[in-house]
């Protein structure tokens, strides 16, 4: 079966119904209910309890809690890079924007602009620069970390479908990543502007940052902006590379823009990988290997 035709029925499901009744869920306090909510979901998934702070399940109130439930204190050492990953997960694409483009699967390729809420300007600044798209299973952690420095300047609320982000559905749904509602963090770091946004997906109850909180519900229905910063409406916020900056409530994805510069990334990444938060991500371009390469372009 094609992928087209795999994720068909999507187009047809209430997703935004469905997302609402799983978040509410997701949200009870059941008791015994939740408990055996949670012990099917760790043997579906084969989830690695013995990583959290807390691996007795009997003792999360709520299956939010449960799925967004923090790691033991080093489970995951933080590499000495410019750049680290900051989720669990595995690669879904990463490479240069092309132009304005990024590429999303074979045949489909969608706009920084359409990603970023329709914001050419602030698009224009990671024109022929660099993108990873980092898919986030069940199975895995689902708080996001700072990759690098970095000091929030904007953040965006930008409403839309609630497809599913598997990797089925994102050959399957042209645009998928700048379709779905999602919320866009700008970053000002030490090596420039860095955009990481949180995509939405079927059933993901919500998307939260530590410096907001629960962003959404309530769900709306128009692009909303907030600025951070000294002359700004709200404070200034600076994060530290590995410090957390915000989760899903069920499952998603990461994708993070970065400008043109001297960025590469680490030789194992590759479309597919499994990786993990905190391993390095990418490094920069020795000058020495950016001479080389300029040299035997071809004019």
Not at 58 to 84: D, V
Not at 107 to 131: I, K
Not at 142 to 151: A, E, K, L, S, W
Not at 236 to 252: A, C, I, T
């Amino acid at each position: 079966m094609s992928d087209f035709w795999a994720v068909k029925p999507q187009y047809l499901l209430p997703k935004q119904s469905l997302t609402q009744l799983m978040g509410r869920l997701a949200r009870a306090e059941a008791g015994a209910s939740t408990t055996r909510a949670i012990a099917w979901f760790v043997q579906r998934y084969q989830v690695n309890m013995d990583e959290a702070a807390e691996p007795d399940i009997t003792k999360y109130s709520t299956f939010n809690a449960f799925f967004t439930r923090p790691l033991k204190a080093g489970a995951r050492p933080l590499a000495s890079a410019p750049w680290i990953c900051p989720v669990d997960g595995a690669i879904s694409q990463i490479g240069p924007i092309s132009g304005d483009q990024i590429f999303q699967a074979k045949g489909h390729r969608y706009s920084t602009t359409a990603l970023l809420g329709g914001d050419a300007h602030l698009a224009g600044q990671f024109a022929n620069g660099h993108f990873a798209t980092i898919y986030l299973s069940p199975r895995d952690y689902h708080r996001i970390h700072m990759p690098c420095d970095g000091t929030l300047e904007r953040m965006i609320y930008v409403p839309g479908d609630l497809f599913s982000v598997n990797p089925a559905t994102a050959r399957g749904v042209p645009g998928l990543f700048a379709r779905n509602e999602r919320v866009v963090c700008m970053f000002q770091t030490p090596h420039g502007p860095m955009a990481l946004v949180l995509v939405g997906a079927t059933i993901v109850g919500s998307m939260a940052t530590v410096w907001h909180g629960m962003i959404n519900p309530p769900r709306r229905r128009h692009v909303e902006t907030w600025h951070y910063g000294a002359d700004a409406p709200h404070a200034p916020v600076n994060l530290k590379q590995g410090d957390e900056m915000g989760r899903f409530l069920l499952g998603s994805t990461v994708v993070l823009l970065w400008p043109q510069q001297d960025l590469s990334f680490h030789a194992a990444w590759t479309s597919g990988r499994s990786v993990r938060l905190g391993e390095v991500m990418a490094t920069q371009t020795p000058a020495s290997a950016l001479h080389t390469a300029t040299a035997s372009t071809p004019h």
